[in-house]
């Protein structure tokens, strides 16, 4: 283990399977105590974990680090409070909050979205956001120093993309609402930042990453030429969740491989 976060105690939503949960696993390797938070304990199937069997509280431990899970709908304002408040009461404190649990929905042009499309988004990628900046931020003011959070947004926060305007919608409102709250808190010590990554290996993209049509296009598309991997998002968390980046708020982090340059191909 480092100590790049040491005996900070970080709480991060979404956290069974994909970029939470490598998250996690990567802020335990520093030196924090982190609490998972997810609806359930066990990664979603189809994932790009290293190791599927165990969940994420027990891949942490047995690796030596601290993590305890609480459950958490994170759509429920009075689920995400109790999270936070499990926190408090467990480790003393909250010094990073990653609100990083999100839905996707895609596949439709915009008139053919259904509400329910819409409002799923809404919910979990808005709403859920949000009850997570303000529970932090009771926190962090009822304890004072000031605190850290990170939202996972998304370069569907940045710009528009077609088939997918819902969830675009959804991350718009999640990278304003970044900008809002690291305005408004900046003066208590509260620093808040997005990370805005492009698609990735987890389990949410898995079909798309194994459609070969889908997988040429997007290969092609991006300047790196490659997916993103979980753990770039995981490594981007670390620093912004420590005290390197103490200098940055407010700023929506692009971790895309070139995709919001242009779309290149050569």
């Known amino acids: 283990m480092s ?13 069974a399977s994909g970029f939470g949960r490598a998250i996690a696993v990567a802020y335990a390797r520093e030196g924090a105590k982190v609490v998972v938070s997810d609806l359930r304990e066990a990664p ?3 994932g ?11 891949e942490i431990v047995q690796a030596g680090g601290t993590a305890s899970f609480v459950k958490c709908d994170v759509t429920v304002a009075a689920e995400v409070a109790a999270l936070v408040d499990a926190a408090v009461v467990r480790h003393g404190r909250i010094d990073i909050m990653v609100n990083n649990a999100g839905i996707y929905r ?5 008139h053919e979205f259904g509400e329910e499309d819409l409002e799923a988004c809404w919910r979990v990628n808005v709403k859920g956001t949000w009850y997570g900046c303000q529970e932090a931020v009771k926190a962090f003011l ?16 940045l710009q528009g993309h077609p088939k997918q305007s819902v969830y675009n919608i959804s991350k718009g409102a999640q990278a304003n609402l970044t900008r809002c709250f690291a305005i408004e808190y900046g003066h ?15 389990a949410l993209t898995r079909a798309l990453f194994d459609d070969k049509n889908f997988d040429d296009f997007f290969v092609q598309s991006i300047p790196l030429k490659r997916w993103g991997e979980a753990g770039d998002i ?11 980046s103490s200098y940055m708020h407010g700023v929506l982090v692009r971790i895309d491989g070139g995709e919001t340059l242009c779309r290149y191909s050569v």
């Not at 790049?4 to 970080?10: D, E, G, Q, Y």
Request: hydrophobic share 40%; aromatic share 4%; net charge positive.
């Open 3 to 15: 100590d790049r976060l040491k005996n900070k105690v970080a709480v991060i939503t979404g956290a």
């Open 44 to 46: 979603l199937t189809g």
């Open 48 to 58: 790009f974990e290293s190791h599927p069997e165990l969940t994420t509280v027990q």
């Open 106 to 110: 895609g596949g439709k042009l915009a």
């Open 142 to 157: 009822r304890q004072g120093g000031g605190g850290n959070i990170i939202n996972l947004v998304s370069t569907a926060g």
């Open 188 to 202: 208590a010590g509260i620093r808040v930042n997005g990370i805005c990554p492009t698609y990735a290996k987890t």
């Open 234 to 244: 995981a490594s981007l968390a670390v620093f912004l969740g420590s005290d390197e």
